[in-house]
């Protein structure tokens, strides 16, 4: 599968964005679905992840659950993050992430996916 992240961009302290990743290759609903964030000199930190087929099921970060929502269009092949409240922490770059099976409950390390998006830019300025 490949994937293209988008919807990066500038935004003040308080506002929202929604980050997109399409994907195209192999049947989209058959991947458990992730978005990774990272700063300069640090390791990707997980933010959410989203179940398959349906998306039944999603995962959150601690620091982003109730702002965040993860979801799925598998029509369109494509994932979401809606972004609300945004805070000047959140400032990263943001990349989807796929994977055909998740072992056990390590939907949150980025060891667990094989296929990357390219990243998208998020800057939050306070």
């Known amino acids: 599968v490949q994937l293209q992240a988008s919807g990066g961009g500038l935004v003040q302290a308080g506002g929202s964005l929604r980050l997109s990743c399409a994907a195209s290759?192999?049947?989209?609903?058959?991947?458990?679905m992730g978005w990774f964030r990272q700063t300069p000199g640090k390791e990707r930190q997980f933010v959410a992840a989203i179940s398959r087929p349906s998306g039944s099921s999603t995962y959150y970060a601690d620091s982003v659950r109730g702002r965040f929502t993860i979801s799925r269009d598998n029509a369109e092949n494509t994932l979401y993050l809606q972004m609300n409240s945004l805070k000047a922490e959140d400032t990263a770059v943001y990349f989807c992430?796929?994977?055909?099976?998740?072992?056990?409950?390590?939907?949150?390390?980025?060891?667990?996916?094989?296929?990357w998006g390219q990243g998208t830019r998020v800057t939050v300025s306070s």
């Open positions: 290759g192999r049947t989209f609903s058959m991947y458990f």
């Open positions: 992430a796929a994977a055909l099976g998740i072992s056990g409950n390590y939907y949150n390390l980025s060891t667990t996916y094989p296929y």
